[in-house]
């Protein structure tokens, strides 16, 4: 029997050195240490031995049993700090390697420009009107002066929801409708900047979405005095101040008189180049006097009240600003072009 004991030993500790993995070592566990073991077995026959033999016997089995059970607890402490070691390595995970910089954020060109425009006429003491992108047809032409069949509706075709009269904004002016039926009969001294929508074929010239920033200032003995005065407040404070503007007459159905502002050209200061074509004069916005049945149609009588009202294409102006010659780079999302503000 003891012969046995020191076998079952030389043999169980053979096989636990052969166990490579989680589940031979389980097995051995099972085939050695369980309770239908071998080693069970003989302990639960001690009491069938002559009594002489069974102390030796007993001592020798219980000292197999731990001797296993040492064996298999060293086994698998190594199996585990094995595996622990192959997948640090396996993972690849080198602390040596520097961290990767996160790219920090950056404001879009036509944004910080809307800022810019924003904070000018905020010095100026007007305030921000949130309008709407999708407007109603009679918003956005009739109560603009521009009934079906206008002319002047040509040029702006737009983009047309299915409900019947509903469409996206070709211009901000549809704001100052909305702006003067809130506030009327209190003056109005307000700008509206937001993205325009326009059914054209896209160039370098020309998008079917950009921002536009409209304002509108309405109350008692505005003159077109006040609209040039302000007009050129605002193009010194954005531009510069000693800069050189021009009023051009113009025509807008809603706008009476109407004209358009150019400012001295920013890249050669006026002596003629090829972003002003030579002119020396760059287009910056539209404007004029809001037309008597614009202010009757925003709650204003044109009688007591009068207002000036004037409109400019932000992309345009940040193309003016920084030379940029096409206006599709806004929208394009390319990195390399928004990387440069
Ligand atoms: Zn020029």
């Not at 049945?293 to 009588?301: C, R």
Request: charged share 25%.
């Amino acid at each position: 029997m003891l012969d046995r004991l020191t076998q079952l030993e030389e043999r169980a500790l053979a096989e636990l050195g052969n166990a490579d993995d989680e589940a031979g070592l389980q097995a051995w566990k099972v085939k050695y240490l369980g309770r239908s073991a071998e080693l069970a077995e003989i302990l639960d026959g001690l009491r069938t031995l002559p009594k002489e033999e069974r102390p030796a016997v007993g001592r020798q089995a219980n000292q197999l049993k731990a001797n296993l059970e040492r064996a298999f607890a060293a086994r698998d402490d190594a199996m585990r700090a094995a595996a622990l070691e192959r997948s640090l390595w396996g993972e690849g995970l080198d602390v040596t390697l520097p961290g990767r910089t996160l790219t920090r954020g950056r404001m879009h060109p036509a944004n910080s420009t809307l800022r810019q425009i924003a904070r000018v006429w905020a010095e100026m003491g007007f305030q921000v009107y949130r309008s709407r992108e999708v407007e109603t047809d009679e918003t956005n032409f009739g109560l603009l002066n521009m009934p079906p069949h206008h002319p002047a509706r040509d040029q702006w075709d737009t983009f047309y929801t299915r409900q019947e009269g509903v469409l996206l904004r070709t211009h901000t002016s549809p704001g100052q409708i909305r702006v003067m039926r809130e506030r009327a009969p209190e003056p109005i001294r307000v700008i509206l900047p937001g993205m325009c929508y326009r059914y054209e074929q896209i160039t370098a010239r020309s998008e079917i979405q950009f921002n536009q920033v409209e304002g509108l200032a309405v109350g008692h003995n505005i003159t077109f005095a006040d609209l040039k005065g302000t007009l050129n407040a605002f193009a010194r404070r954005m531009f510069s101040q000693d800069i050189q503007t021009r009023f051009r007459a113009a025509h807008f159905p809603f706008t009476e008189p109407s004209a358009e502002m150019d400012i001295e050209c920013l890249v050669c200061g006026g002596v003629g180049c090829a972003v002003c074509k030579g002119t020396g004069w760059l287009e910056v916005l539209g404007c004029g006097m809001v037309h008597p049945a614009v202010l009757e149609n925003g709650g204003y009588d044109p009688h007591v009240f009068s207002g000036f009202a004037f409109g400019m294409g932000s992309e345009r102006i940040t193309m003016n600003l920084h030379r940029i010659d096409d206006i599709r780079y806004f929208w394009a999302n390319d990195m390399r072009f928004l990387e440069q503000f």
